[in-house]
């Protein structure tokens, strides 16, 4: 079965959790604190969040409700580690581009190559775009494609590719490379907009589940609401 689309925080806290994973293996798993400072990283960030440790708190319990994380035992503090390769049946080299393209948002075979090589180092863009179009061409019975190509942006000369973990995307609407004065800044307007509604979905899923846990918290304590 297909994941429901995960939360713009969801995806961000499934990115750390991979990358943590690799390049600061001896504080991995993660502790809820370093887990947020993760999330809140100004590089290597696109966009650069400011959530709060409830925030995140959320974003990983609706991750541990899809089996893509779980708490690690043995430890005073509760940490988290991920659990994609297993949960999705993607091999290392799938899960370290997905942890940067939701990291970074939309890349190039040659920018992913590049920035994936802390976590998982590709011989060269060959070997990245293979195992794109694999992620693209997954089938329905195991949960569809979880990539996609963009159309190629004018100016560019490599398409970006962009995941579906968030939901699926309207290509159709984004220009490809057309000539005439304002053609890029139409592109850079339509994936701006796209985001600014992935993150207001986002957010207002967020203070949906916000609104919930209050809500349980007070019927738990027997205070009643004004």
Known sequence: MPLRPLSLLEGRVLGVLVEKAHTVPDSYPLSLNALTLGCNQKTARDPVLNATDGEVQIAVDGLKSLHLVFEASGSRVTRYEHNVGRALALPSQSVALLAVLLLRGPQTASE????SERIHRFADVSAVEGFLDELAARSDDKGGALVVKLPRAPGSRESRWMHLLGGPIDTSAMPTGANGSGAGDDFIATTELAALKA????????VAELRRLVERLYAELGIAKD
């Open 199 to 206: 993150q207001n979905g986002a957010l207002a899923g967020e």
């Open 112 to 115: 992913l190559r590049a920035n």
